[in-house]
């Protein structure tokens, strides 16, 4: 059976927003953040599909840096003058980790290169894993916008 990414399309939400129940079940977001980014930015926005069934999906839009959306927040529009590429969530079902999610960084990346620098909240205690892709943790202050995250959410930047 062969596992992919793709773009994801309309009717790839509500699984889209199934596998983040299961993989952010302390931080939810609802159906309509998904719906969003994907009419916002496109080419952002990816599923990972295996055996015809979503496992896992990305989000990622422009922003300005240092100013990343809230959590469970619409954005309303992409800001015209967005010098960041933000990762927002690369997301995959437990069953299907292993090796997956650095195909869908590797891509993004590629749509980050056409911004100043490339952004992202660590969750969990991914830091290490987004270490290998050139993030670090940003020194400005970002206490009370990564609140609702968690005590361990690191704002994480790299430069393009």
Do not use: N
Not at 42 to 61: I, N, Q
Not at 97 to 118: H, W
Not at 121 to 135: D, E, H, I, K
């Amino acid at each position: 059976m062969t596992t992919h990414w793709r773009q994801m399309g309309l009717k790839d939400i509500d699984a889209a927003f199934e596998v983040a129940a299961v993989a952010h079940e302390s931080l939810p977001e609802r159906r309509e953040i998904f719906a969003e980014r994907l009419s916002l930015f496109p080419k952002g926005c990816l599923v990972l599909e295996t055996g015809g069934r979503v496992v896992g999906y990305a989000l990622s839009h422009p922003i300005k840096r240092f100013q990343p959306p809230a959590l469970d927040s619409l954005l309303g529009q992409i800001a015209p003058e967005a010098d960041d590429y933000y990762i927002h969530d690369v997301a995959i079902l437990p069953e299907a980790r292993g090796g997956q999610a650095q195909a869908a960084v590797r891509y993004l990346l590629g749509i980050a290169a056409d911004y100043e620098s490339a952004s992202l909240v660590s969750v969990y205690g991914t830091a290490g894993f987004w270490g290998r892709f050139g993030f670090e943790p940003a020194v400005q202050d970002m206490t009370q916008k990564l609140a609702p995250y968690g005590d361990s959410a690191v704002y994480m930047l790299k430069a393009m």
